[in-house]
């Protein structure tokens, strides 16, 4: 995927994903912390028009934008009394390292595995009517007489 | 400079891995559930990068498992939260901490 605007949108689209999901980790506030995941929730969205699954994006933003997220914040406000503080448990260190860990080694191994990749963009959509052959009652590409 | 399926599969796995710390970490149950979600959704990018960048001919079977993947995600945080205002009904707390019902 070469050209300047591609590479623009991927790092800024990268920037907005990890800075969010880095702020759902450090909110202490619950309800800041719905707002920056449904942030990481539409980088992710932008990732897959850059992708381009517009299907998927489009599914990604009615769902999980629309959906999962509400249904999150209809949760902390129907819970009052539990308090809306977003802190850790005495595991946040060792999750923390484990977390670090287990990026090491994801980016370890997918640096250094040889990934057969195909840059090409497809032609997913359908072609126009004008653009098909010709169609004849009798004729299918399985089942072709002379007379086609 | 290009972009190639490595960029991809690093945010993926930094998404994942932050998702990662924050449902192991975090002391309220929807803390946890959100940690969740997120690394659902690493999941999710890593599928459509690969549906992306596939050798195959039609390589949409990527998509496909990202549209299934996103289903038993709602599903979940539906029964997930559920659970949370059940819990929240009985015990008056959500913190992971002191729901030990089922300690002996």
Not at chain 1, 124 to 144: H, V, Y
Not at chain 2, 4 to 21: D, K
Not at chain 2, 36 to 59: D, G, Q, Y
Request: aromatic letters at 10%; one cysteine or more.
């Amino acid at each position: 995927m070469e050209g300047g605007g591609v590479v623009f949108a991927f790092y800024v689209l990268s920037a907005v994903t990890l800075v969010a999901a880095g702020g759902v980790m450090m909110s202490r506030n619950l309800l800041h912390a719905v707002l920056f995941l449904i942030l990481t929730f539409v980088g992710i969205a932008g990732f897959f028009v850059l992708l381009s699954a517009d299907f998927i994006a489009m599914a990604q933003v009615i769902i999980y934008v629309g959906a999962i997220a509400v249904l999150v914040l209809f949760a902390i406000l129907l819970t009052p009394r539990s308090g809306r503080d977003n802190g850790e448990t005495k595991f946040a260190a060792p999750a923390m390292l484990l977390g670090v860990c287990l990026a090491a080694v994801f980016l370890f191994v997918m640096h250094d595995t040889a990934w057969q990749t195909n840059d090409a963009v497809r032609q997913t959509w359908a072609q126009p009517l004008s653009a098909a052959p010709s169609w004849k009652p009798g004729c299918s590409p399985s089942n072709s007489p002379a007379s086609c | 400079m290009t972009i190639g399926l490595e960029h991809f599969l690093t945010v993926s796995a930094l998404v994942f891995c932050i998702g990662l710390a924050i449902a192991l970490s975090k002391r309220n149950a929807i803390g946890v559930l959100m940690g969740v979600e997120l690394m659902l959704n690493a999941v999710n990018l890593t599928l459509v990068a690969f549906s992306r960048f596939s050798i195959s001919e039609r390589p949409i079977t990527g998509q496909t498992f990202a549209v299934f993947i996103i289903t038993v995600a709602a599903a979940e945080a539906a029964v997930a939260l559920a659970l949370a205002v059940s819990v929240y009904r009985n015990r008056e707390t959500v913190d992971v901490d002191q729901i030990n019902l089922l300690r002996s």
